[in-house]
Every structure is written in C-alpha cells, then in structure tokens.
C-alpha cells in the first residue's frame, strides 16, 4: 500500500470515526499527554504491510470491528458464575452486577450439561457443583428473580441440551413480562467442539445439527439481537491445543455453521451477525494478542470470499473471552491473580468485545465470594486505571505483533486446507465430521498436549510455584464447599413440581415435540410448549434419545 492509498484509509477511518458515539472521558497518559484514538504510518510514508493490517472498524478489521477502539464502549464484563441451585446463584448474580459488572455468564452443574434430571441416578453426587442445577423452567424463574431479562445480556454456556435450556430461558422470559424479541445474549450451542474436546453431546453429529439449524432459524425471524451459537475455542485450548489449533479449529467450527445456515436457505447477511466466538486468553502474552487479531481477519475474508457475506456485521468476529483456567495452579493460588490479569490484559488488547477474568481459587474449587470479588476487581482495574482504553489496537504496526500475526494466520490456513481434504465433497463441514469420526482432532490436541507436558517436566518449561521458585509461605485457602442438601432440597423441590403439574398438559406437549422430531418441521415452537408445561430438561432430552439414539466415541489407541 503506497502513501496515497494510506493516507486515503486514514481519511475514511476519521471520517467514520467523527461520526462514531465516543465515550464522555479524557484520553489522556497518566502524566496528562494527550493521545490519538488510533496510530499508524507517519504521514506521507508508505508502509505494504497496510493492506493486512487496515484501520480500526474496516475491512479487514485486523485492528477492531469499530473506528473508535474502546473509546466508543469497553468491553463487557461478564462474570462466568453457577453453583448449587438456583437461588444461591441468583444471589452471586445480584452481587456481580451490584459490584458494577456489566453481564451474566451462566454456568451449568454437570447433569444439566448432559442433559439430566438432578434425581436421575447418574446425577448423583454431582448435582450443583460445577454449575447450578436447572431442572424445568420454574428453575429459570428463580435464577433471574429480580433480573430484568430484557435490560441483561446474558450468555450461557452449554451446548448438548442448549436447545431445551434456551427455551426455559424463553419461558421465564415471559413469565416476567418480557417480550420475547427483546432478548440479548449469546448460547453457546457449539456441538462440534463437544466431539472435538469437551464430549458433552446426546446424540449423534446430524440430529444436534439439526436442533441447531432450527434454532438459527427461529432467533431470525423472531429474536434478531440474541446469538444462538458461541463458537467455542476455549475448551479445545483447555484440552491441550496450541494457540494456532485453537484458532484454526475453532473458526472451521464456525464456518460449518455458516454452511449449516446457508443449507437452510437462510441469507448469511441475516444470520452471520448472530454467530459469536469464545476464546482462551492463555499465558503467552503477545502470542494472544496475535491469535485474535489474526481471527478477526481470517473470519471477514472468509465470510466473504468464501461465503459471499456482503455487510460489514456479517464480516465480523466478535468474540467473549475467558482467562485461561488450565494455566492456574494448586501451588501458590495467590500467584494465579498474577496469570489472570496478564491474560485479561492481552484479551484487552486483542480487542476482546466481553471477557471473564478466572478466580485465583477456581483450581480448587467454585469460587469463592471474595475471590470473585478479585476477579471482577481485576477487570475494573485494568478498564479504569491503566488507560489501555484510550487507543485503539495499540500495538498495531509493531513487527513482532505483526508478524505473529501473520504466522497465526498462515498456520490456520494450512489446518483449513487439511480439514477440507478430509472431507468428501469439499465444504468444511464434511471435513469436520470426518475428523470427529476418525479421531483426527483428538490426536493433534492429545500431541500438542504431550508435547507441552513432555517440555514441563523436563524443565524446558517453567511454572512458577509448580516446578521452579516453589518455596513459599502460603497458608492454606479456605474454599467454597457445596454442601450435599443442595442436592437433596433441588431433588425435594423437583418431585413437587412433578406433582403440582397439570400432567395432561405435559403429555400433550412431550407428544408434539416427539411428532415434530419425526417430521420436518422446526422444533423450537413444540419445546417451548414443554418447556411452558413444566417438562423437565430429562424428559424432554429422554424422548429425543429414546427417538434419535445416542452417540458413543469410537475407541482408539
């Protein structure tokens, strides 16, 4: 890109960025320098690498979606929060927002991930401890009680039963007067990554592609602002990938969806703006900032050159990230307040649109209310005190930033090309479901995962407290226990909302949704009717695995 061309991207970059609505603050240094929203090359030199690298909220949107950077609105901070049942996370909730964050991040208990009643026998043991426990819809109703939905983004991570889930979100939604158009948000939904790292599906690839397809079809026509899919790299990260692997697979995942919506007639400028992304922010913290730099300019080119998408929000990536879990230790918590914040600040300057910083506790057990206090607080600092804010992609143009970047970029493509080739008939999704079946993804995260492990133990790598500087005078941390009666008393509670239920009503509308799963049509509208009737998340779940089989994982070695 020569001069000219430059200095004409610089024009159009002011011109929008006078335009833009900017925040009521001062952009100043600390010390009171004032500075620019955006930097670049001096005036009237020539820089090739432009091209690649644009202006801030233009193609291909390398430095941010928008001109104005973090100077129109900073990013959401949206706490990741669910333990025991309902009303004990209602409560952490009121607490978050009160504390001054921005968004609800919903963390479900284990059954509720695999699509299980908290009395089922399997949910033993395990109900309210990684999560809160959401049975039917009357457990929605408390969750948010005093939570104006329609003033509340919120997000919630689960993808197997996220369908049935979504729907009793609908339902309280509802019950509190809400309409249901108003709604803003993000479910995460992303079925592949569950085959490929995490392994919380209920059925086989095709039938959760369905449920997918009709629920982008439904959030179209009747919820334009809500996101039915967060496409979610950060579980494949957790389960050993490298930065690039977590990208590569991680946007593959999103373009099969962008095929899956297309396969459904739906126009990709309508349904493009309503896929999201989920990130790991990891440890190495300029590899990071690259990572998400060069996602943002692989999704705008591929969505479209590839798939033809015409508007700028359909072009964008907009992505939630959270703080590496895996990169905290047992050994010296107190260190783990250090790592989030080094990886809440690379999330910041990745360009990060919401985030959610891990407690420094989170190793050993659900937070504790004091150390998410300091999760929260290490957000705050870092939007209020370090004036990271004030420019936008403020490492733009240096030529490592620029050339991890490039590196990122260049790694993804040959893992797209190879996904590709997997396949039968060309299209991205073939390739995934190819490599689900045959294992493929597993073993490169299992190699990459060895490899890091092999390079730890060896010394090659160095964690402090865990194999270097390990003297230490820590004292003992006191953690957050969930006590057994949260199981017993959700298990109480459940057996007389089976009891007080209108049970005609319930069979009425367990039978449609089981018709509508024999058929063709879209489910959506017959799960909400069971959702409304008091069916549990179960027995919904049940009758499609009683109609669609389940999926077990071919064994290798």
């Given at each position: 890109?020569d001069?000219e061309?430059?200095?004409e991207g610089?024009r159009?970059?002011?011109e929008?960025f006078?335009?833009?609505?900017k925040r009521d603050?001062?952009f100043r240094t600390?010390?009171g320098l004032?500075v620019?929203?955006?930097?670049g ?11 690649r690298?644009?202006?801030p909220?233009e193609?291909p949107?390398?430095r941010?979606?928008h001109?104005t ?10 706490q990741?929060a ?5 009303r004990q996370?209602?409560?952490?909730y ?5 504390a001054?964050?921005?968004g609800l991040s ?12 908290s ?6 043991g ?8 959401v ?5 929605m ?8 939905l329609g003033d509340?983004?919120t997000?919630m991570?689960?993808s197997?039963p996220?369908v ?7 339902v309280?939604a509802?019950?509190?007067g809400?309409?249901?158009g108003r709604?803003?948000?993000t479910?995460q939904?992303?079925?592949f990554?569950e ?8 059925f086989?690839p095709e039938p959760h592609l369905?449920l997918?397809?009709d629920l982008?079809?439904f ?6 602002a809500?996101?039915?899919l967060?496409v ?5 990260r ?12 991680t946007?593959a995942?999103g373009?099969g969806y962008?095929?899956l919506?297309?396969?459904r007639?739906?126009d990709?400028d309508?349904?493009?703006p309503?896929l ?7 440890i190495?913290f300029?590899?990071?900032?690259a990572k998400f730099r060069a ?8 969505m479209?050159?590839?798939y033809g998408?015409r508007?700028?929000k359909?072009q964008?990536l907009r ?6 879990g895996?990169?905290l230790t047992?050994?010296q918590p107190?260190n783990n307040?250090?790592?989030t914040?080094i990886e809440?600040?690379?999330?910041v ?8 910083t891990n407690?420094?506790d ?5 937070p504790?209310?004091k150390?998410a206090?300091?999760?929260?607080r290490?957000q ?8 990271v804010a004030?420019?936008a ?5 240096s030529?490592?930033i620029?050339a991890?970047t490039d590196?990122?970029e260049a ?8 996904i590709r080739?997997?396949?039968?008939d ?6 995934i479901l190819?490599?689900i ?6 073993s490169e995260?299992a190699?990459?995962a060895?490899?890091?492990?092999r390079?730890?133990?060896k010394?090659e790598?160095k964690?402090?407290?865990?194999n ?8 003992p ?9 949260v199981e017993r008393?959700q298990n109480?509670v459940l ?5 007080g239920?209108d ?6 509308a367990?039978a ?8 063709s049509g879209?489910m959506i509208p ?7 009737a008091?069916?549990?998340?179960g027995e919904?779940?049940d009758a499609?695995?009683t ?7 071919p064994a290798?070695?």
């Amino acid at each position: 890109m020569d001069a000219e061309q430059t200095a004409e991207g610089r024009r159009r970059w002011q011109e929008r960025f006078d335009q833009a609505r900017k925040r009521d603050a001062e952009f100043r240094t600390l010390s009171g320098l004032e500075v620019e929203p955006v930097y670049g090359p001096p005036e009237g030199t020539a820089d090739p690498r432009m091209e690649r690298i644009g202006w801030p909220g233009e193609y291909p949107y390398t430095r941010g979606l928008h001109p104005t950077g973090y100077r129109g609105k900073p990013w959401t901070i949206r706490q990741f929060a669910g333990f025991g049942n309902a009303r004990q996370t209602n409560e952490r909730y009121k607490m978050i927002l009160g504390a001054g964050g921005g968004g609800l991040s919903v963390a479900f208990d284990m059954p509720t991930l695999m699509g299980r009643d908290s009395d089922d026998a399997r949910s033993l043991g395990e109900v309210g401890h990684c999560g809160v426990a959401v049975d039917s819809a009357m457990d929605m109703d408390v969750l948010f009680d005093g939570i104006p939905l329609g003033d509340v983004t919120t997000s919630m991570t689960i993808s197997g039963p996220a369908v049935p889930i979504f729907c009793m979100y609908l339902v309280a939604a509802e019950r509190q007067g809400v309409p249901i158009g108003r709604l803003n948000g993000t479910l995460q939904t992303d079925i592949f990554k569950e085959y490929i790292a995490q392994k919380e599906w209920l059925f086989a690839p095709e039938p959760h592609l369905r449920l997918i397809g009709d629920l982008m079809e439904f959030c179209v026509a009747e919820i334009p602002a809500y996101k039915p899919l967060s496409v979610s790299g950060y579980h494949i990260r957790e389960a050993g990938a490298t930065a690039a692997q977590e990208l590569a697979f991680t946007l593959a995942d999103g373009f099969g969806y962008v095929e899956l919506g297309l396969s459904r007639g739906l126009d990709v400028d309508v349904f493009g703006p309503g896929l999201s992304f989920f990130f790991d922010a990891h440890i190495d913290f300029f590899e990071e900032i690259a990572k998400f730099r060069a996602a943002r300019r692989i999704w705008a080119r591929w969505m479209r050159d590839t798939y033809g998408a015409r508007t700028e929000k359909a072009q964008w990536l907009r992505f939630h990230t959270q703080t590496a879990g895996v990169s905290l230790t047992a050994q010296q918590p107190d260190n783990n307040i250090v790592r989030t914040a080094i990886e809440a600040l690379a999330a910041v300057l990745g360009g990060t649109n919401s985030l959610h910083t891990n407690a420094l506790d989170e190793v050993l057990a659900l937070p504790s209310e004091k150390a998410a206090e300091i999760a929260l607080r290490t957000q705050q600092v870092i939007m209020e005190e370090t004036e990271v804010a004030n420019v936008a992609d403020p490492l733009g143009g240096s030529w490592y930033i620029e050339a991890l970047t490039d590196r990122m970029e260049a790694e993804a493509e040959a893992i797209f090309k190879r996904i590709r080739e997997m396949g039968t008939d060309g299209t991205m999704t073939s390739g995934i479901l190819r490599g689900i079946e045959d294992g493929w993804f597993m073993s490169e995260i299992a190699e990459s995962a060895f490899d890091y492990q092999r390079k730890l133990e060896k010394g090659e790598k160095k964690i402090v407290g865990v194999n270097c500087h390990t003297a230490s005078v820590e004292e003992p941390l006191p953690i957050l226990r969930v006590s057994h009666e949260v199981e017993r008393e959700q298990n109480r509670v459940l057996a007389e909302r089976r009891t007080g239920r209108d049970q005609a009503a319930v069979d009425a509308a367990m039978a449609g949704l089981v018709a509508a799963a024999r058929g063709s049509g879209n489910m959506i509208p017959p799960m909400l009717d069971a959702a409304r009737a008091e069916a549990t998340l179960g027995e919904i779940c049940d009758a499609l695995r009683t109609e669609w089989g389940t999926y077990t994982e071919p064994a290798r070695f």
